[in-house]
Nanobody, 118 residues
Framework: VQLQASGGGLVQAGGSLRLSCAAS????????MGWFRQPPGKEREFVAS????????YYADSAKDRFTISRDNAKNTVYLQMDSLKPEDTAIYYC????????????WGQGTQVTVSS
């Protein structure tokens, strides 16, 4: 499984961005896809995930009410709509996938930079 993330960029506080993560290869093994981020000088943290089979969604507290994760199974793509962005959302955003719910994410994309200016 290969993951290609895109959609990052520079945006002012209060603005919006939509990240995309396209999966290729043995996509039929994927059960869950998620978004993680790594702010400058900090550890990588969970943002949101979606079960590609039943649509179950989880959000980190920091993402609730501002971010929306969605999927297009026909395109093997997961999206992260980010609204009301804050400077503290600045990070490298990574998409990830796993083949078994409850297990660790085994497949990772290359990351896309999101910078929110104040």
């Amino acid at each position: 499984v290969q993951l290609q993330a895109s959609g990052g960029g520079l945006v002012q506080a209060g603005g919006s961005l939509r990240l995309s993560c396209a999966a290729s290869g043995r996509t039929f093994v994927i059960s869950n896809m998620g978004w993680f981020r790594q702010p400058p000088g900090k550890e990588r943290e969970f943002v949101a995930s979606i079960n590609t089979r039943d649509g179950g969604i989880y959000y980190a507290d920091s993402a609730k009410d501002r971010f929306t994760i969605s999927r297009d199974n026909a395109k093997n793509t997961v999206y992260l709509q980010m609204d009301s962005l804050k400077p503290e959302d600045t990070a490298i955003y990574y998409c990830a996938a796993k083949s078994t719910p409850g297990r660790t994410y085994a497949y990772w994309g290359q990351g896309t930079q999101v910078t929110v200016s104040s």
